[in-house]
């Protein structure tokens, strides 16, 4: 009788774990690396583009046309995106800042909901052993030639799929961040279209079309997942999301406040479930780790993102009033907000001038830099050209756009009287947003003050270096030290247990 009703408890054990892995959903997301919303045809900016697998997808998703990275670079965007906490609630406001705690991430809160949660490629992320390593994926975003296979992404499905465990699982790719190696860009030379805010020049077209050759590779990227994904027929109980990380490293892209930095693709595909659709609702990437939750029947988490679920069941066009976009890198400092139809960007008088060291050093020799170099060469004599190089180079106060009738970002009307009440009531509403996350304006640039107390620590006969690992042995023999204690205690308990 007894073995009757413990061979019943299993079965009902099994039964009831694999309902609970057909009620959840998967999730995959593909994240591409310095692309900027404009590089996809899907997203009609009038340049060209070549991404068919991506434009396809779009049409089977819902599509979010006022999508953004408070942070044009890679580190910020991704723990903005995987914990849902912006800048000020983080401490990272740029590559050079550490978190300023132990936040939990997508891949805490998924485990806690029975989730395996895994991680392909780049993580730019300092908890990333949160989460399974999925081989396969080049890491280093600055590789010459990076490879990609999809062997350990094949391997991490089936085994979620044997141990009968939903997924979340991120493709975190390195196209198409620069050097810009892969593909056949001069097949592109041709092709290019130069976007209405660059000076076009050789080194601009060779970087757009090595942009391009990179993107497409991305799109072949995007295509092999996808097709796993339908082998293994996890499709239909899949929430597959493309999100493009932000611009390219082109002047105003990458580094900057501008929409051809922060604004990004996002689309979500879950067949059966989501009807596709174009919204205009502004989101955000910390949204989307409180999005993922919510769909798989967690409690909301107290972090700065909200779930966009209702926006993506067609129940509403209205999520966030407006996105909150910061640049402070460099020893400069720029906060703005941008809604449905303007944007206000706010740079406060600083002695400081906006540089980017990756573009703006002489000494560097990235096919961008050259461009910027060329950009000012033009300039001399050229006012259109001169016009475009100042608006990288010279920040006005208020900066107040159309975003809808100028996506570029090429018209500032903060001095127009016309606008004059929208930006005062945006400004205030910048002014309260910063008070409420506790945020303020800083011209530090974490990577000179990195240096300057490195300095400080020499001179005082410091080696930051020893420290370091010294640092790192204490904490790998207190680990240690941690084991044996929790082995003695499991001998403890098996004794006690036998007795």
Known sequence: MLKKLLSGAVFATLFLSS?????????????????????????????????????????????????????????????????????????????????????????????NLGYRVGLAGKSHFKRVTDFISIPGFAKDANHEEPTWEMSGIKEFLETSKSENKPFCMVVASVHAHHPWTIGDYKSY????????????????????????????????????????IDEMNLADNTVFIFLSEQGTSLPNGKWSIYDYGTKG????????????????????????????????????????????????????????DHAFLVHQA????????????????????????????????????????????????????DSDAQMKANRVLLSPEFELYDVLNDPWEMNNLARNPEYAEILKQMHEELKADMKELNDEFSTIDPKVAKKAKKAKQKEAGQDPKKKKASKKKEQETGKADKSDKEDKKKKCEKKKAEK
Not at 304 to 317: C, R
């Open 19 to 111: 309902l609970v892995a057909e009620e959840k959903p998967n999730f995959v997301i593909v994240l591409a690396d310095d692309v900027a919303w404009s590089s996809f045809g899907c997203n009609n900016a009038g340049i060209y583009t070549d991404t068919p697998t991506i434009d396809k997808l779009a049409k089977e998703s819902v599509r979010f046309s006022n999508f953004h990275g408070a942070v044009a670079q890679c580190g910020p965007i991704r723990h903005e995106l995987y914990t849902g906490l912006l800048p000020p609630t983080s401490g990272v406001y740029t590559n050079g800042n550490k978190p300023t705690g132990e936040f939990d991430n997508i891949a805490n809160y998924l485990s």
């Open 265 to 320: 693709l996002c689309l979500v595909r879950w067949p059966g479930q989501l009807k596709p659709a174009v919204t205009d609702a502004v989101a955000m990437y910390c949204d989307v780790s409180a999005t993922l939750i919510d769909i798989a029947g967690g409690d909301a988490p107290k972090i700065d993102g909200k779930s966009f679920y209702s926006v993506l069941k067609g129940e509403t066009s209205e999520h966030r």
């Open 330 to 381: 460099g020893g400069f400092t720029q906060r703005a907000i941008r809604g449905k139809e303007y944007k206000l960007i706010w740079s406060p008088k600083q002695d400081n001038p906006y540089y980017v060291d990756t573009i703006m050093n002489p000494s560097r020799n990235a096919i961008f830099a050259q461009a910027w170099r060329e950009w000012l060469d033009k300039a001399k004599t």
């Open 189 to 228: 030379l041709d092709k290019v279209v130069i976007p209405p805010h660059m000076v076009d020049t050789p080194a601009t077209r060779e970087s757009l079309a090595r942009h391009i050759a990179e993107v497409k590779d991305l799109d072949n990227q995007l295509a092999a997942t996808m097709k796993i």
